[in-house]
Protein backbone atom coordinates (compact mmCIF):
# COMPACT_ATOMS: atom_id res chain seq x y z
CA UNK A 1 0.00 0.00 0.00
CA UNK A 2 1.44 3.51 -0.77
CA UNK A 3 1.28 6.20 1.60
CA UNK A 4 0.16 8.85 -0.64
CA UNK A 5 0.62 11.71 2.34
CA UNK A 6 4.17 10.57 2.90
CA UNK A 7 4.57 10.97 -1.36
CA UNK A 8 2.83 14.23 -1.12
CA UNK A 9 5.15 15.98 1.10
CA UNK A 10 8.07 14.64 -0.49
CA UNK A 11 7.18 15.91 -3.59
CA UNK A 12 6.77 19.23 -2.06
CA UNK A 13 10.02 20.05 -1.75
CA UNK A 14 11.34 21.14 -4.66
CA UNK A 15 15.11 19.91 -4.91
CA UNK A 16 13.02 16.43 -4.60
CA UNK A 17 10.81 16.89 -7.49
CA UNK A 18 13.25 18.35 -9.34
CA UNK A 19 15.85 15.63 -8.83
CA UNK A 20 12.26 13.42 -9.97
CA UNK A 21 11.95 15.25 -13.32
CA UNK A 22 15.46 14.76 -14.35
CA UNK A 23 15.25 11.44 -14.13
CA UNK A 24 11.95 10.74 -16.00
CA UNK A 25 13.92 11.93 -18.85
CA UNK A 26 17.61 10.98 -17.74
CA UNK A 27 18.69 11.62 -21.75
CA UNK A 28 17.65 15.53 -21.69
CA UNK A 29 19.57 16.27 -18.36
CA UNK A 30 22.30 14.97 -18.22
CA UNK A 31 25.48 14.12 -20.38
CA UNK A 32 25.76 10.26 -21.54
CA UNK A 33 28.08 8.66 -19.80
CA UNK A 34 28.78 4.74 -20.26
CA UNK A 35 29.62 4.04 -16.80
CA UNK A 36 25.81 2.98 -16.48
CA UNK A 37 25.59 -0.51 -14.39
CA UNK A 38 24.60 -3.46 -16.56
CA UNK A 39 20.63 -3.78 -17.29
CA UNK A 40 20.07 -0.38 -15.48
CA UNK A 41 19.23 1.50 -18.24
CA UNK A 42 18.55 5.35 -17.58
CA UNK A 43 20.47 5.30 -14.09
CA UNK A 44 21.98 8.61 -13.13
CA UNK A 45 25.07 8.67 -11.15
CA UNK A 46 24.61 10.77 -7.63
CA UNK A 47 28.00 12.86 -8.30
CA UNK A 48 26.57 13.85 -11.70
CA UNK A 49 22.95 15.00 -9.89
CA UNK A 50 25.08 16.73 -7.27
CA UNK A 51 26.43 18.77 -9.90
CA UNK A 52 23.59 19.42 -11.80
CA UNK A 53 21.42 20.80 -8.25
CA UNK A 54 24.83 22.37 -7.09
CA UNK A 55 23.37 20.62 -3.90
CA UNK A 56 25.68 19.27 -1.30
CA UNK A 57 26.34 15.57 -1.80
CA UNK A 58 24.93 14.52 1.39
CA UNK A 59 21.78 16.08 0.83
CA UNK A 60 20.84 15.19 -2.60
CA UNK A 61 21.91 11.65 -1.02
CA UNK A 62 19.47 12.27 1.65
CA UNK A 63 16.29 13.59 -1.04
CA UNK A 64 17.50 11.06 -3.48
CA UNK A 65 17.07 8.22 -0.16
CA UNK A 66 13.43 9.76 0.93
CA UNK A 67 12.54 9.66 -3.16
CA UNK A 68 13.30 5.50 -3.26
CA UNK A 69 11.73 4.87 0.58
CA UNK A 70 8.46 6.20 -1.54
CA UNK A 71 9.40 4.04 -4.19
CA UNK A 72 9.50 6.75 -7.17
CA UNK A 73 13.16 5.62 -7.83
CA UNK A 74 15.22 3.01 -7.57
CA UNK A 75 18.64 2.64 -7.32
CA UNK A 76 21.77 0.58 -7.95
CA UNK A 77 25.60 0.44 -6.52
CA UNK A 78 28.17 -0.35 -9.79
CA UNK A 79 31.65 -0.11 -7.56
CA UNK A 80 31.98 3.41 -5.21
CA UNK A 81 28.32 4.57 -7.20
CA UNK A 82 25.22 4.55 -6.73
CA UNK A 83 22.73 5.43 -9.69
CA UNK A 84 19.15 5.92 -9.35
CA UNK A 85 16.88 5.76 -11.82
CA UNK A 86 12.70 6.75 -12.05
CA UNK A 87 10.71 4.21 -11.48
CA UNK A 88 8.26 3.58 -13.82
CA UNK A 89 5.62 0.89 -12.30
CA UNK A 90 5.28 2.94 -9.26
CA UNK A 91 4.55 5.82 -10.51
CA UNK A 92 2.39 4.89 -12.81
CA UNK A 93 0.66 2.80 -9.85
CA UNK A 94 0.56 6.28 -7.73
CA UNK A 95 -1.30 7.79 -10.83
CA UNK A 96 -3.50 5.23 -11.00
CA UNK A 97 -4.35 5.72 -7.32
CA UNK A 98 -4.80 9.52 -7.71
CA UNK A 99 -7.17 8.71 -10.85
CA UNK A 100 -9.38 6.38 -8.90
CA UNK A 101 -9.94 8.75 -5.32
CA UNK A 102 -9.47 11.95 -7.40
Known amino acids: ?28 HFPPHACQPPGFHGGV ?15 VSAYLKSLKKAGLVESKRAGKLTYYRYNKTQIKQFIKYLDMEL
Not at 1 to 28: G, S, T
Not at 45 to 59: R, T
Open 45 to 59: SVSLIVEKSGLAQSV
Open 1 to 28: MMDIPKIFKILANEHRYQMLQWLKQPEH
